[in-house]
């Protein structure tokens, strides 16, 4: 059962925070839709409002001094150090979905744009592995793949794919028809 009030707000922010579908493959732009969903319809409110705004304190902190220099994982075990001095989450699993959700929204548009920037560049090599990276990190959420090989990256995937939890087509309950994807 799909939350509505979720879809909407995962709709609206993703209309807010993307520029642009334009070019990227339907699984991607599922993959994130999905993470957007799942960023609204599971953290509670405080802490989704908090990130996905910014209001924290240590993150504009942590945005000047070196956010921009950090990577996937990197952020992410911030994130999780964060959500446990400022909110108590302590719990590991928790810990670790919501940052892996709060860190995916606000990786997710910077690097369509570099995506499309590929694109455009007639790269078709350099976008398709691109796109499966992106993948890898976001929808197969597998970890630290920038230190992995193509090949352990692939054996992952393939280990992962009956676990991965998403709904199916998601991206086309959402009115984001404006910004098309490539079929």
């Known amino acids: 059962m799909i939350n509505k009030e979720a879809l909407k707000k995962a709709e609206s922010h993703i209309t807010e925070k993307i520029?642009?579908?334009?070019?990227i493959p339907e699984e991607l732009i599922?993959?994130?839709?999905?993470?957007y969903y799942q960023y609204w319809s599971s953290l509670p409110e405080e802490i989704a409002q908090t990130f996905f705004y910014g209001d924290l304190p240590e993150m504009k902190n942590i945005e000047?001094?070196?956010?921009?220099?950090?990577?996937?994982?990197?952020?992410?075990t911030l994130v999780?150090?964060?959500?446990?001095?400022?909110f108590g989450i302590v719990n590991s699993s928790l810990a670790q979905e919501y940052s892996f959700l709060i860190t995916?929204?606000?990786?997710?548009p910077k690097l369509l744009g570099y995506l499309q920037n590929i694109r455009d560049?007639?790269?078709?090599?350099?976008f398709n592995f691109a796109v499966e990276h992106m993948l890898?990190?976001?929808?197969?959420?597998i970890k630290n793949t920038s230190t992995k090989t193509i090949l352990r990256c692939k054996i992952e995937k393939k280990m992962k794919e009956g676990s991965v939890l998403e709904i199916k087509d998601l991206f086309k309950q959402m009115n984001i028809g404006c910004m098309r994807a490539k079929a």
């Open 19 to 23: 520029s642009s579908f334009s070019g």
């Open 30 to 35: 599922n993959t994130v839709a999905n993470i």
């Open 64 to 76: 000047e001094q070196i956010w921009g220099k950090l990577t996937f994982d990197q952020k992410k």
């Open 80 to 86: 999780e150090k964060i959500l446990a001095a400022d």
């Open 104 to 108: 995916a929204v606000e990786f997710s």
């Open 121 to 126: 560049k007639s790269d078709d090599d350099g």
């Open 136 to 141: 890898w990190n976001f929808k197969y959420r």
